[in-house]
């Protein structure tokens, strides 16, 4: 099989702004709510809409310090990449809920989402985090689950390599979309964004990859996805989408 490459990936199925603008207290952007309902859930409560940031990463120098030094393993890169979403979202959070950084926690277990704790005590803060080479984002949602994916785009697949992803993942809607698109010179980016919304909308619901079913279409309703305009200086090579779910939205059985 053929998977589009994930070199840093997510954290858990269910981790950029530069770490300049996030020092210098950028805002992360916030989703823009549906067309219909202005973001207000099935019982006329106003559902605010989760809230995003991205930052650059830093490479780690080559080991040994000259320029001839053995490159940083992927693992370091991914520790460190870690490290550096962490610190910025958890200085974004601390300003939201009015603590001290030094109180906060974000957690990180093998396939599992990223939980926010204060003081030890989990949080009702939904977290979704993911990478990809000198790029991380992080979201966070209070009312329902969020998920967040950044891809590079696959410059080294062919449209028939990633066509054959398509028919295995995605949904037959995508798949006859990116078909149509095969011999566009936008077809890499085009793939790129259509998985980037898939992905996103597994992490809001939890679920791992899997071939697409009626059943995983079931576990995805009501997961709202928007494809996220990236800062111009992390835009080249990459796309980036949000996924989110109300906590009211009826989830069905599938």
């Not at 070199?7 to 952007?29: I, N, T, W, Y």
């Not at 890169?77 to 974004?92: G, H, N, V």
């Not at 949000?242 to 906590?247: H, K, S, T, V």
């Amino acid at each position: 099989m053929h998977f589009l490459p994930r070199p840093l990936g997510g954290e858990g199925r269910g981790e950029g702004v530069d770490k300049r603008h996030a020092l210098a207290g950028q805002a992360p952007s916030p989703l823009p709510s549906p067309a219909s309902g202005r973001g207000r859930d099935r019982q006329g409560v106003t559902a605010a809409p989760p809230r995003w940031l991205a930052i650059a990463t830093t490479p780690l120098p080559p080991r040994g310090g000259g320029a001839g030094g053995e490159g940083a393993l992927p693992a370091q890169e991914r520790t460190q990449a870690r490290q550096q979403i962490r610190a910025a979202l958890i200085a974004e959070l601390a300003q939201e809920i009015g603590c001290a950084p030094q109180a906060l926690q974000i957690s990180h277990e093998r396939g599992q989402p990223p939980r926010l704790r204060q003081h030890g005590r989990a949080l009702p803060i939904q977290l979704s985090i993911s990478h990809a080479p000198g790029l991380s984002l992080a979201a966070w949602c209070r009312a329902g689950s969020v998920g967040v994916d950044v891809q590079a785009v696959p410059r080294d697949a062919t449209a028939a390599e990633l066509l054959r992803t398509a028919a295995l993942f995605l949904e037959p809607k995508r798949l006859a979309t990116l078909t149509s698109q095969a011999q566009n010179a936008l077809f890499l980016e085009a793939f790129a964004r259509h998985w980037a919304r898939h992905e996103a909308a597994l992490k809001c619901a939890g679920q791992a990859l899997v071939e697409y079913t009626p059943a995983l279409a079931a576990r995805l309703a009501g997961v709202r996805v928007t494809s996220l305009a990236l800062p111009a200086w992390a835009a080249a090579d990459r796309v980036a989408a949000l996924a989110w779910r109300p906590a009211s939205a009826a989830i069905t059985a599938p």
